[in-house]
């Protein structure tokens, strides 16, 4: 079975500084990856996704993440965190290729100090 | 923009009670999604539907069931609501796959039930 592994649970930066947040996964092939941004009280939303092709996508917010093939990995980046970033981040995989039957990790909370 | 909507935000139940919560989305979906977050454990999928009526299990449909009657919603039924079952549940919508410019999930708010 596919698996999501976000290896931090907890993660604090100070503004400004930059930002890498990792996930791993497990699966024979390559799966869609998805990373997805909870703001407290909120539902999730999409920050970027990789299908295919070009492995370094850029999403919103200023996001980026790097598709690693040899590391099973899709970490995301930020090179200068805003106190607005402050959120809980999951990483996500889908194997199904239709009806998006994903499998989320646990999430990666951030906090940003001043 | 796509809507997604939860009848509640926040939810307090007895143990033993039926329980509904209800989900709407406003672009015409094929999919929709019922999942349960609970911290450490990340979202879990409960149920998915691909069609009006049309049902597939999820990884912990244990003690759920849904409904699926009309294209727009989608309901997800306790039947007898206990206290392991307080948790954040969260709807998503997907568009058929040839619908599709991407392949994200568009999630609801969240409703927040607590089970005493």
């Known amino acids: 079975a596919q698996s999501v592994t976000q290896p931090d649970i907890h993660i604090t930066v100070s503004e400004g500084a930059s930002l890498e947040l990792r996930c791993n996964y497990s699966?024979?092939?390559?799966?869609?990856l998805f990373w997805y941004v909870q703001s407290p009280g909120q539902g999730l939303q999409l920050l970027l996704k990789y299908f295919s092709g070009d492995t370094l996508v850029q999403g919103i917010k200023g996001f980026e993440a790097e598709f690693k093939r040899s590391q099973s990995s899709f970490n995301l980046r930020k090179p200068s965190v805003h106190w607005s970033d402050a959120a809980e981040y999951f990483c996500a995989v889908d194997i199904s290729g239709g009806y998006q039957k994903v499998t989320f990790g646990i999430g990666t909370k951030l906090q940003v100090i001043p | 923009d796509v809507k997604v909507t939860q009848s509640s935000r926040y939810l307090v139940k007895r143990t033993g009670e039926k329980v509904f919560l209800e989900c709407v989305q406003d672009?015409?979906?094929?999919?929709m999604f019922w999942y349960r977050q609970d911290p450490g454990l990340g979202l879990r999928l409960i149920y998915f539907s691909y069609d009006v009526k049309m049902k597939e299990k999820g990884d912990i449909p244990e003690g759920y069931s849904v409904s699926r009657e009309k294209k727009e919603r989608f309901s997800l039924i306790l039947e007898s609501a206990s206290t392991n079952q307080t948790s954040m549940y969260l709807c998503a919508s997907l568009p058929a796959i040839q619908e599709r410019t991407g392949d994200e999930q568009y999630f609801g708010p969240g409703t927040r039930l607590t089970v005493t």
């Open positions: 672009m015409d979906h094929e999919n």
């Open positions: 699966y024979g092939a390559t799966p869609y």
